[in-house]
């Protein structure tokens, strides 16, 4: 073995994946706490307006989250060719887009807001309070979609340790001030607004803080012709239009699962609702690895290495199997006893057993679409993703289709099949990834 494949080896992907699946587990105490702090204002139309206001917020971010995916892929690879000056423009054009697209949602808030609350549809005094949510968290968007800029650098240098210590740096000081705002000073829903936003900007204030201690191990400065260099900006925008345009996709496919089980009645929604938790659960372990293999992966095609590649590539995937097999083990040894807990009403824990060994087969079924996600966004191979992302949608409405007769059942074998497809789509990309490097 090489002495530049030497580097890559178990330590190195377990130091990147440990930290992510830490943070990812982390990230819905957040939730569950403004859930509590809503809970004590006596009346449920606090909770559902936080939850209609945070909803509107992680739809629009997920559309933005190429900014951090991008990121990481093309730090990673200027890391890999020690290109100092290309890892600080990594992060300086992903803040300037940040910045951009961050003041067009303050600009553009009005529309959003229209057409967010048309297609929710709540009730008129939720979505009253909704609005005030809406109206005060806006102003975050700029520091918020900088936090995924700043997320993706740091992964990208394979410090994801910081990753996870700005996550939970957020989330306390969030916690802190939904508290502190929403009971202690009686703000309701406008305290809870406010608490997000002085987290997102102190994380951001954090974030910029300690890159710009990282940025004294890199050579040069951040000039405004290496930042807007014609070629390297264009480079970084084709990359983040196709992460973007897969990324809609991919949420079109889940919106149109949700929508389907909602038509199917309301205990078949509730039941996918809570199978679809223990789908949530396992990508927060999964997505340890594949963030693994952004970062290791960019990094070989930095250092234009095929070994290090291959065992990027091997190790990552290796680990992420492994704990996909647990999960499915997980899910169907005590499945029904989570689903217990989660409702108390029989039709629904009845009809969530029905379709429980769907929720434990997707994750082995999923893992090889997770992975190869990660290795060909640290290739920053954007095309090949969105092409992958289409296929595998249309695929999804045509199993959908053919397989109505099958009611639920037949819903959730599109779910699946729709996974298989992304990994299928990408794995036929695949050999052309690996002989970039030759």
């Known amino acids: 073995m090489s002495e530049a494949a030497a580097r890559v080896n178990h330590r190195k992907v377990l130091a990147i994946a440990i930290p992510i699946v830490i943070s990812n587990i982390s990230t819905p105490l957040l939730g569950i706490a403004d859930t509590a702090v809503m809970g004590r204002m006596g009346d449920p139309k606090y909770i559902g307006a936080v939850a209609i206001g945070a909803l509107i917020f992680t739809m629009v971010y997920w559309t933005f989250g190429f900014l951090r995916m991008g990121t990481t892929g093309l730090t990673a690879q200027a890391l890999g060719a020690m290109d100092g000056e290309e890892i600080r423009a990594s992060l300086g054009r992903a803040l300037l887009i940040a910045g951009a697209v961050g003041a067009a949602l303050i600009l553009m808030q009005w529309p959003i807001g229209f057409a967010a609350f048309a297609l929710l549809d709540g009730r008129e005094e939720v979505e009253s309070l909704a609005r005030v949510y809406f109206d005060i968290r806006i102003w975050s968007a700029p520091f918020a979609l900088a936090n995924y800029a700043l997320v993706g650098w740091f ?17 306390l000081v969030n916690i802190f001030f939904n508290i502190a705002l929403a009971l202690g000073l009686g703000w309701g829903v406008a305290g809870i607004a406010a608490g997000t936003l002085i987290a997102e900007v102190a994380a951001a204030l954090a974030g910029l803080a300690v890159a710009a201690r990282h940025l004294r191990f890199y050579p040069g400065q951040w000039t405004r012709a290496r930042l807007l260099d014609a070629a390297r900006l264009a480079r970084t925008v084709a990359v983040n239009r196709d992460i973007m345009i897969r990324t809609i ?9 949700t929508a389907k089980s909602a038509e199917a009645g309301a205990v078949t929604l509730a039941a996918n609702s809570i199978l679809l938790q223990f789908v949530t659960v396992s990508a927060f372990f999964l997505d340890g690895f594949a963030l693994a293999a952004e970062a290791l992966v960019g990094k070989a095609f930095g250092a ?40 108390i009403d029989e039709e629904v824990r009845a009809a969530a057993r029905v379709y429980l060994f769907w929720a434990a087969l997707l994750p082995v079924l999923s893992v090889w679409c997770y992975q190869l996600d990660g290795i060909f966004i640290g290739a920053t191979r954007g095309t090949e993703m969105r092409n992958a992302a289409l ?23 599109a779910l699946a099949g729709f996974n298989l497809m992304r990994a299928a789509s990408l794995g036929f990309y695949y050999p052309r990834l690996r002989r970039a490097l030759a």
């Not at 996709?249 to 699962?257: D, G, I, Q, T």
């Open 249 to 257: 996709v991919l949420m079109f496919s889940f919106a149109w699962f």
């Open 304 to 343: 234009r290495s095929r070994e290090d590649f291959d065992l990027s590539a091997r190790l990552s995937t290796a680990w992420a199997a492994g704990i996909a097999c647990t999960l499915s083990l997980g899910i169907f040894a005590s499945g029904g006893f989570v689903i217990d807990f989660l409702t």
């Open 155 to 171: 992964i990208g240098l394979g410090r994801a340790n910081i990753a996870l210590a700005l996550q939970v740096f957020l989330n």
């Open 391 to 413: 296929a595998s949608s249309a695929l999804f409405l045509t199993l959908w289709w053919l397989l109505l007769p099958y009611g639920n059942h037949g819903l959730w074998a």
